[in-house]
């Protein structure tokens, strides 16, 4: 019997068959950690198919990572017959949102190749608005911004509501960014749900369209959805609201991004029909572990009561290790792994070790390197959201593609080269009204009359340039004004031929150089070494041209290794992640993470590092002092509550183990912060699960504590 064969329920808890079953009308499924809720949601989906007479087409579950999206897809696929399955939808809001958008291009305004800012475009927009360079000034607005959005406030709304100095700020650039994104014919991240929450709102035709189309929807981690998703779900289930929303509001650790946990409560009120089950037994962990998180979010108000419980047997018990300082506690960390790696006999992948913030990973990572611990890191930057390097690429990405607008705007601005925000918005309105790209457009002789001379200029300099790149890569004639392709631009000499692959366009053959000497070239020209230690301190600017240096010596080695155009190169990039592994390919090493980078995953053995008060829960500042005691304190209640469910998120990773580790002094800006144990520790009731107050080798050097692991290790050698 296949797999699509197995009978729909074989194998579920009576909850989970309860919730994979239910149809009759709205149904919220509070998914404890390590319930099981994916394999429900993957089996409700084979049984509308299966056995509903559901369609493909008619059914779209969302969640909020393409990792959570590909995984679903895999199971469905052993559920589901791949005739019943087509054109089910799979995917995360905003690539629900980016299909809907190019479909409803025109009743969002926008044309179909609308563009698509990321964070860091959007970032160098606000930038340029604002006239400052201070990012945590940038950072703060433009998240300000984003949560307006998240919220469905307009820039006239937000005008009201705006409170502190830097609210008010906020406000004006958020009704210029409005329209620099309208004039660039561009959206940002938080337009993709926005934008068609507002156009279903409005639009009774297109409303009744998307709710024939998706005639069931389930949508997972519910708990993090904002105002602006809710609104979304709504819309789309219409009357009928035949939807499956799955969370958990003990798990609801992205308020400060928009998320409002009150979304599951609110689903009750908006919904009176609403089906609720809950899934509390574990899979996952040890009883022990889940008594400590169970007592820990008891501390919290609850929406919903849930207690999980496991039949995985009581487990071992949980340690508190008291540290003098951070080094010792890495140290220690570092120490116990090793042991317990060649105890065990397993593996560096079973252990994890987690933290409140990025900046304790820098003392961790020292000492797994001392002793040899390999080591992947999570939570943290990649090399391809480095400014720098998506500087560089964005060059060869309009190189590579004319209409690819954002491309053309990060690269016209940086280097500077005397192209403003008033000039792109001014071209960015003709192109919209000629359906051309911005680089298309650039050339139209209509562009005279609205832009003076002075800002006319650098504009074309920087468009021949490209283009000459262009022509050098093979592309030349693609987007090239007529008879341009015919021969090399004014001052250049043809490439000679050679074995290149040839691009032919009116009769034309244009042979592609190589791709290293265009980039060498192209750096060259745009001086972007010079243009880095002009703009930072020289620390700063030598790592960053490091950096640049690192991604064309890999481009240029793709290239000539795989035989690659400039053209060809581009593609490969946009296919591939750089320095990452892909996660078929999780090397065996230990995990570093955040505690927000660590939702949704699970390791045998956990090292929580740094529980202490001011650190977790992370305190940190009022944004701006409002002067209201009563509000101050309320804003402290809710920061501590969100605070404990991501303590609760840490403990929850572990399956067999965990061990708690704190610093009675933690080095801050060359001044020794005296520490307490987190109040979480205490809210955990350990007392039953025999705490182990570990000091053993907090007395030693760390000579000594180096010669205890090697005379631990020499009882035996590793695999």
Known sequence: ???????????????????????????LVLAGAGSGKTRVITQKIAYLLRDCGYMGRNVAALTFTNKAAREMAERVKTLVDPKLAKGLTISTFHALGVRFLREEAAHAGLKPQFSILDSDDAMGIIQELLATTDRGRLREVQSIISLWKNQLVSPDQAANIARTPTEVEAVQVYHSYAVTLAAYQAVDFDDLIRLPTEVLDRDEAV???????????????????????????????GMRAMFTAVGD??????????????????????????KLIKLEQNYRSAQRILAAANSVIAHNPKLFDKKLWSDLGAGEPITVTAMEGDEQEAENVAMKIS????????????????????????????????????????GGQSFFDKAEVRDILAYLRLVANGQDD??????????????????????????????????????????????????????????????????????????????????????????SGGSKPQAQRGGNIIAAEPAGAILDDMLGAIQYERYLYDTLEERPAQN????????????KRKAEEDGYTLFELVQHVALITMLERGEDEEPDAVKLSTLHASKGLEYPHVYLAGVEDGLLPHLGKDDEDTGNAAQAAEALAVRIQEERRLMYVGITRAQRSLHLSWCKKRRRAREDIVREPSRFIEEMGLGSAKVVEDETTMAMSPKQRLDM???LLNKGSYS
């Open 1 to 27: 019997m296949s797999a699509s064969d197995t009978p729909i329920g074989h194998g579920l808890n009576p909850s989970q068959k309860e919730a994979v079953l239910y149809l009759n009308g709205p149904c």
């Open 709 to 711: 692991l090697k005379a």
């Open 249 to 274: 509001d003990d798990q609801a650790i992205y308020a400060w991004r928009g998320a409002t946990v009150e979304n599951l409560g609110k689903l009750t009120t908006d919904y009176p029909q609403l």
């Open 406 to 495: 954002p491309a053309f705007i990060r690269a016209a601005t940086t280097p500077r080269r005397g192209i403003g925000q008033s000039t792109l918005q001014t071209l960015g309105q003709y192109a919209a009204s000629r359906d051309l790209s911005l680089l298309a457009a650039v050339d139209e002789a209509g562009l005279e009359s609205l832009l003076a001379a002075r800002q006319l200029e650098p504009l074309r300099t920087f468009a021949e340039f490209i283009r000459r790149i262009q022509w050098r890569a093979g592309r030349g004639a693609q987007q090239a004004p007529e008879g341009f392709a015919a021969g090399p631009p004014q001052g250049e000499t043809a490439p």
């Open 207 to 237: 409303r009744t369209r998307w709710q024939n189309r998706l005639r069931y929807l389930l949508v997972d981690e519910y708990q993090d959805t904002n105002a602006c998703q809710y609104r979304l779900v709504q819309l789309l289930t």
């Open 339 to 378: 042991a317990s790696r060649f105890e065990r006999r397993g593996q560096w992948r079973d252990y994890a070790i987690l933290y409140r913030s990025n900046h304790q990973s820098r003392v961790l990572e020292q000492a797994l390197r001392n002793l040899k611990i390999p080591y992947t890191l999570s």
């Open 544 to 555: 960053r041209w490091q950096n640049v240096l690192e991604l064309t010596s890999w481009l």
